[in-house]
């Protein structure tokens, strides 16, 4: 299961995506578009800058910005830098001590087959298919207020 971190994660790097790449982008505006506490944005944002997915600038014009084109993102890799693995299951995961009853599982191959289908998916989507997504989205909401 993704956590509100990987989340998280992935909606700043959408709302900075929508801004020109030379400007900075507050966190206290991104914390107020999307209701999300400022102070836990912060943590998000300095694990997305020490994985060198975006740039911060302290001082009154601060603020963070990507340090690549919305393009160049992998979901994937913005997921696993926050969640550390996308594995579905425990005895997956790289952290963890390889299960005793591996060889002998019966299940494995599901949840192998499984894992590469989810990085698989999160790995041929860019932050602009996900931008793109939450542009069309905005269009049909105003289409439907009017």
């Known amino acids: 299961m993704i956590s509100t971190k990987g989340r998280y994660a992935l909606k700043v790097m959408v ?7 030379e400007e900075y982008i507050p966190l206290k505006g991104i914390a107020e578009k999307l209701n999300i506490s400022q102070k836990y944005l912060e943590s998000i944002s300095a694990i997305l800058s020490k994985g060198h997915m975006i740039e911060g ?12 084109k919305p393009e160049e993102y992998r979901v ?14 425990s005895c997956l995961r790289e952290d963890q001590e ?11 191959p599901i949840w192998k087959g499984l894992a590469d289908l989810i ?4 790995d041929e989507m860019t932050l602009a298919d996900v931008l793109q997504s939450k ?5 049909k909401a105003a289409k439907k207020k009017q």
């Open 119 to 122: 990085d698989k998916y999160f």
């Open 135 to 139: 542009q069309e989205a905005e269009k």
């Open 15 to 21: 709302e900075l995506a929508e801004h020109d790449a």
């Open 76 to 89: 994937g890799d913005i997921l696993r830098l926050t969640e550390g693995t996308l594995a579905p299951v």
């Open 57 to 68: 600038v302290s001082g009154k014009k601060g603020g963070y910005r990507l340090k690549r």
């Open 98 to 108: 390889p299960c005793e009853k591996s060889d002998s599982c019966c299940t494995l």
